[in-house]
């Protein structure tokens, strides 16, 4: 499976998994309110929780993994064409490459 796909998986995942909380903030608020029992409802919206926090700290996983590829990439981009060549965000100078053409 391609990165991107697992990054769109994920923020869907979450999504729905803060859906799911919201869903089960109003339940709890709603028996408390009516005077019912809420026991099971707070133990299951704190697996939600924790189970939330979980796909978040996976997000966070693929996208690291992301960044971690784009530096091999950088580095033989950085190979070819020489350090003063690149500017900040990876792309080429067109002013160093100006600036080789006048010598």
Not at 41 to 48: D, G, I, P, W
Not at 60 to 70: F, G, N, T, Y
Not at 77 to 83: E, F, I, K, T
């Amino acid at each position: 499976m391609r990165r991107a796909d697992e990054l769109a998986i994920a923020v869907g995942h979450i999504r729905d998994g803060e859906q799911r909380v919201l869903r089960q903030e109003v339940l709890v608020s709603k028996l408390a309110a009516a005077g019912y029992p809420r026991t099971q409802a707070t133990e299951l919206l704190a697996t939600f929780q924790i189970t939330l926090d979980l796909m978040k700290q996976h997000l966070d996983l693929i996208e690291r993994e992301i960044e971690a590829e784009k530096i091999p990439k950088l580095l033989a981009r950085v190979a070819r064409c020489g350090p003063h060549e690149i500017g900040f965000d990876g792309k080429l100078d067109t002013a160093a490459r100006r600036f080789d053409r006048r010598r």
